[in-house]
């Protein structure tokens, strides 16, 4: 064992991730939009939350920094009209650092009331047009590539021409031709889209196909000599359990921008989950801290779950209830020892590559049948108890005779016996 230096932080933990530098890092401040109002509550299962829900979340997001959102879907009715313009109206008044952002397909039944919102209200905004762009989807719908680009223009020229940002995105790109995109690509261009979304809808993609895609897109870009006015971005989603690293994977690649929900919301297995793209750039040192207070980002995550009626599984990273905290003997006793010593910071990171007390959360120790003296002892002394032999047996008999964790009420329970 290497000597470790208890006063250098940095000695504790050998890196493997910062030692292989052949692949690019992000080489620019990474760029996010939540999708949250819109693509996150496609869900079945999601409630479309209350507007002053919305609310708390649109400044939870600024105080995230987030760079955009996207409002909702105007489009869908009078209900999704009149919150979108009740969020923009607050990104104006309380002076929000929000780009707003509306999705639309590409027609002009969607597009208008866009348009028609941001006249009214008197601000700008990104128009994200989408359509579907694979084989397999012109296949079921019937379609031909003429009449997907007559679509395309004749929607991102009406944006255009009202003067607001016009991004379009290819629905299903990454199982889209390349002679395909190609040609969408340059037709949306050169009707003025200024920003390209690559959109895994499916989450059809490996890290090895958002290389490829970007690699593509970026190499159409240079063809039409435009690539430093039109940006790109990623849209993933989780089917195959790709999203949170084909996000990181398309920031790597130099995309401008990727998206997600909260909480990993969306159709079938949801969209990659935008807590935990902030909370890896965070620990991978990639956000600027006058910009991002990450501070606040188990707070975003609880109050999407209450907000949308969705649970936050009891395992899920950083916001679930169990992520720091641990049953198992060897586990706690290594906890303990380091509470014991008071250093905090080690115990934060000795059984996590997560620092619980950076995000306002704890380590904890439970009781149950893998435990040991240690998870006794941790559990007395937090709960008042004076930890004598005794107690630490009563604790443990009753552990080990149980198939699962014990709760505090049982624990107490077993010292009063």
């Excluded at 037709?187 to 970007?214: F, K, W």
């Excluded at 929900?261 to 620990?283: F, K, M, S, T, V």
């Excluded at 007390?357 to 108890?385: C, D, M, P, T």
Aim: net charge negative; with cysteine; aromatic share 4%.
């Amino acid at each position: 064992m290497l000597p470790v230096d208890r006063d250098d932080p940095t000695s504790r933990i050998y890196d493997w991730n910062e030692k292989d530098r052949a692949r690019p890092a992000v080489r620019k401040p990474p760029g996010l939009l939540d999708e949250t109002f819109r693509d996150g509550l496609q869900a079945p299962a999601v409630r479309d939350p209350a507007i002053d829900d919305k609310l708390a979340l649109l400044r939870l997001m600024a105080r995230l920094g987030v760079d955009a959102v996207d409002l909702g879907l105007p489009g869908a009715g009078a209900r999704a009209r009149g919150d979108v313009e009740r969020l923009l109206r607050a990104i104006l008044e309380e002076r929000l650092p929000l780009v707003p952002n509306c999705a639309a397909r590409t027609v002009l039944a969607d597009v208008t009331p866009i348009i028609e919102l941001s006249q009214r209200v008197g601000a700008a905004i990104e128009v994200t047009m989408f359509i579907g762009s694979s084989p397999i989807r012109s296949l079921a719908e019937g379609w031909d590539l003429d009449a997907l680009v007559r679509h395309t223009r004749t929607a991102v020229s009406a944006v255009v021409a009202a003067g607001l940002p016009a991004s379009f995105v290819t629905e299903d790109t990454t199982r889209s031709h390349p002679a395909a995109l190609d040609t969408l690509f340059r037709a949306a261009i050169d009707a003025g889209a200024t920003r390209l979304v690559l959109c895994d809808t499916c989450g059809h993609a490996t890290p090895d196909g958002v290389r490829s895609l970007i690699g593509f897109t970026r190499g159409v870009l240079r063809a039409l000599d435009v690539a430093d006015r039109v940006a790109v971005d990623w849209h993933g989603h989780d089917d195959r359990g790709h999203a949170l690293v084909n996000s990181l994977v398309a920031l790597e690649c130099g995309v401008d921008r990727v998206h997600g929900c909260g909480l990993g919301l969306g159709e079938r297995a949801g969209n990659a989950p935008l807590d935990l793209i902030l909370l890896n750039l965070h620990l991978a040192g990639l956000l600027d801290p006058a910009r991002h207070d990450v501070s606040c980002l188990v707070e975003y995550v609880q109050r999407v779950s209450a907000a949308t009626g969705v649970p936050i599984p009891f395992d899920y990273p950083l916001a679930g209830r169990d992520v720091f905290r641990t049953a198992t003997g060897v586990h706690a006793a290594a906890v303990a020892k380091a509470e014991a010593a008071g250093d905090l910071d080690l115990a934060d990171r000795v059984y996590s590559s997560v620092p619980a007390r950076a995000f306002g959360r704890q380590q904890e120790i439970a009781v149950g049948h893998y435990s040991g003296k240690a998870n006794a002892a941790w559990w007395l002394r937090h709960h008042g108890y004076a930890a004598t032999d005794d107690e630490v047996a009563r604790v443990l008999g009753a552990a080990k005779r149980a198939d699962r964790v014990l709760t505090d009420d049982e624990l107490r329970a077993a010292i009063a016996e």
